[in-house]
């Protein structure tokens, strides 16, 4: 990383941290929230976290007074507290009510109340995979929701925005134009952003398993981002132990 010229961008889960059966259980330590705000004081505010999740949720890991782009790019934030978001579609209440029924027919199944979405985890109930899929997929037709795959988890959101959108608006704004964006993320959600990032000269980042994917680099998990995000702080070294992975397969 370099840190007269670069800006960074990072995914949350399954980047910064483990995944995790349940949402709010995952395990955020002090050294990470530590270095996140150490990188962002070093890159004088070009760090921005870029998450599905509610910039309030994101707040409540310990991430106040980092940038952010929240709920897959309806809402963003920048270190100084400037914000903005989208207004909350009015289909969105039926889903989440919806959603909240069908969460209560099967053991394992998990419904996630969002400001600006509504999501369905069914990694504790995989045989309710396709049933929840079909849900979604009804819900979005009828009230024009945008319907977003994940990780053992369904959403529906604000449509017309993601995470590459996301980091295109945050690019215009400062302390972000005019600087590299580096950006590293795990899902398909990511994919996104990975496409905004390449597209505009930065580099993206694949964290988890080669796969098909418009990143360029990749690093091994969640151990690895940590350990380069540590790295990056206390050198200068250039790209840290991303590896090449051959561009677009
Ligand atoms: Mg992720």
């Known amino acids: 990383m370099d840190f007269g010229r670069d800006a960074l961008f990072l995914d949350f889960d399954g980047t910064l941290v483990e995944l995790c ?133 369904v959403e529906l959101r604000v449509p017309g925005v993601d995470k590459g959108t996301a980091i295109c608006e945050l690019l215009k704004l400062r302390p972000f134009a005019g600087f590299r964006p580096i950006f590293l993320g795990d899902d398909v959600t990511d994919e996104d952003g990975f496409e905004a990032v390449e597209a505009s000269g930065g580099k993206a980042i694949l964290v988890g398993e080669p796969r098909d994917t418009h990143a360029s680099y990749r690093l091994s998990g969640v151990s690895a981002v940590n350990e380069w995000l540590a790295q990056s702080l206390q050198s200068q070294a250039p790209e840290g132990a991303a590896r090449k992975t051959g561009g677009m397969q």
């Open 21 to 153: 059966d349940r949402p709010d259980a995952v395990q955020v330590s002090e050294r990470l929230i530590e270095t996140l705000h150490a990188l962002s004081e070093r890159l004088d505010g070009r760090l921005a976290l870029v998450s599905g999740r509610a910039i309030e949720v994101l707040d409540g890991f310990g991430m106040i007074g980092l940038a952010a782009a929240g709920s897959h790019g309806s809402e963003w934030r920048l270190a100084n507290g400037e914000r903005k978001y989208l207004p909350r579609p009015a289909g969105l209440d039926v889903a989440q009510q919806q959603f909240a029924v069908f969460a209560d027919t099967a053991d394992g199944l998990l419904f996630e109340d969002k400001p600006l979405g509504a999501a369905l985890h069914y990694r504790r109930a995989p045989g309710m995979r396709d049933a929840a899929h079909d849900l979604a997929r009804q819900l979005a037709d009828d009230h024009k929701l945008h319907l977003q795959h994940g990780h053992d988890m």
